[in-house]
Structure formats: structure tokens, C-alpha cells
């Protein structure tokens, strides 16, 4: 089982850091809900000391939304988000001689693909044209893992520890005044769940199966570092031991290609 967080979201330095020593893989903002080039630069370095997966988080601009809030995306605007944003952190990360890994889209590009079945077709598309070696993050169980597994794509399915569920499998939504767990012990008590006995309980307290390959703890969730911790030692991860020290951001980047 893997252990991936978000970043480059607007943490401080020292949280990143914190929060790459706790998990397997990371999503990085790619520039689009959030992320520069600064914050990539500092992620992709961070994350290849210390031996962190890597991915692009590509995400909707939506100023406060936080690309978090629902919004209607076509099959072009998804190619052209993920053209943008997915060749950018892997030109970026190719300098820095960091391997991409991943893809895992952001909020509402997350759920857009989700909700709509042609969506979720062309994503993985899009996937197979311009990237066919990442990995797709997507939801455990959902439309992007049955497109993925259906076109011979490499897929994880992701669940969540600190997110509600529906009795559908979806999320509930962020709108929701208890979307969202905070408290260490209930982050761990729904990743038990979750790893050992491959459930999760929803929130109206039904019980739904849940098959995953990577858990994921958002970083800017209260709870995120205790919780991480607990959840490390649960799936005996060993403890990273190098202390990561930054390098310098380059100043230009050319105009982004495709990475492959």
C-alpha cells in the first residue's frame, strides 16, 4: 500500500518537508489551482532526496474556489489543462532530474471525470497519447479506474483517510460540514478500515467495500502529521533517516513540452 499527500499548496517550506518524510509518493500543484515554479522546484528536489514518488496535481484557477468547486469541463479544456500543466512539471522535473511518476488531478477535474463517463474516456486518452508511461491516480472503484484497467493503462486506485464517503463510493462533497476528518484518530481508525479490512464506513454509518493501492491524507488537513505517522508505522514503512536540504530553483524554464 502506498501513502501520498498533495503539496506545494501553499505550505510553508518546513511542512513540506515534514510531510514528504511521512509518505511514499506525492501529488505536486502543477500550476493550476496552485504551484509555481518555485514550489514545484522545491517539492521535485525534496521529493527525489528522499526517495518520494513524484507526480503532476494539475488543477482548475478559481481564485478562492481553490479549484476545489464544481465546475463544467469539456473534453478539449480537459486535454489543454493537462497540456499545460502535466508537461510543465514533467519539463521541470526533467531538469531536475527527478523521474515523473504520476498524474492525479486536483478537486473538481477529480470529480468532473468521475461524474461523467466520456469524461473519464478521454482523460485516459489524453493519458495514453502524450504520457503512456505515468501512472494515473484516480478514484478507488470509480469511472477513471474502470476506463484505465479497460485501455491497458497503468492505474492506482486511491482511497482516502480523511475524506467522507458516500454510500455511491464518491466523496461527500467539500460543502458538506463534516466532509472532512480532522482528528489524527479518526484519520487512522478510517485508514484501518481502509487497509486491513478494505472498507469504509459512510456517513449516513452504511459500510461500503473498498479496494486500494494508495491511501492518501490531504496535507493541508489538520490532522495530516500526526495522522501520517500513525499511518506509516500501521503499514510498517521504514522511517526515512536522510535529512533533505534544499537546492536552487532554476530562474527560467523553457516553454513546456510533453516530458515523454
Known amino acids: ?25 506525492c501529488n505536486i500543484a502543477s500550476g493550476g489551482h496552485a504551484g509555481t515554479i518555485k514550489s514545484m522546484s522545491f517539492c521535485l528536489n525534496q521529493a527525489g532526496k528522499l526517495g518520494v514518488k513524484a507526480g503532476a496535481h494539475p488543477g482548475i484557477a478559481q481564485g478562492a474556489g481553490f479549484g476545489r468547486q464544481a465546475a463544467p469541463v469539456t473534453e478539449s479544456e480537459l486535454e489543454m489543462i493537462l497540456l499545460h500543466q ?15 511518476h504520476h498524474v492525479k488531478l486536483h478537486g473538481a477535474l477529480y470529480l468532473a471525470t468521475e461524474h461523467s463517463p466520456a469524461l473519464a474516456r478521454h482523460y485516459i486518452e489524453i493519458m495514453r497519447k502524450y504520457w503512456p508511461g505515468l501512472v494515473v491516480y484516480g478514484l478507488a472503484g470509480g469511472r477513471v479506474e474502470k476506463s484505465a484497467r479497460r485501455a491497458g493503462h497503468p492505474f492506482q486506485a486511491e482511497a482516502f483517510a480523511d475524506r467522507v464517503y458516500r454510500s455511491s463510493g464518491h466523496l461527500l462533497s467539500r460543502t458538506e460540514p463534516k466532509a472532512i476528518l480532522h482528528d ?25 467495500r473498498i479496494r486500494a493501492d494508495t491511501l ?14 500513525s499511518i506509516r508505522a500501521l503499514l510498517g514503512l521504514k522511517k526515512k533517516t536522510r535529512e533533505p536540504s534544499p537546492r536552487p530553483s532554476p530562474s527560467l524554464v523553457p516553454f513546456p513540452r510533453d516530458g515523454r
Open 1 to 25: 500500500m502506498e501513502l501520498n499527500c498533495d503539496l506545494g499548496e501553499g505550505e510553508s517550506p518546513r511542512r513540506t518537508v515534514a510531510l514528504l518524510r511521512l509518505v511514499t509518493a
Open 184 to 208: 489524527a484518530r479518526d484519520i487512522v481508525a478510517q485508514a484501518i478500515d481502509i487497509t486491513r479490512k478494505y472498507q469504509v464506513r459512510t456517513f449516513d454509518g452504511a459500510m461500503i
Open 216 to 229: 492518501c491524507v490531504h496535507g493541508d488537513t489538520r490532522g495530516a502529521l500526526g495522522a501520517l505517522r
Open 86 to 100: 502535466v508537461s510543465a512539471f514533467n519539463q521541470l522535473a526533467l531538469r531536475l532530474k527527478v523521474r515523473p
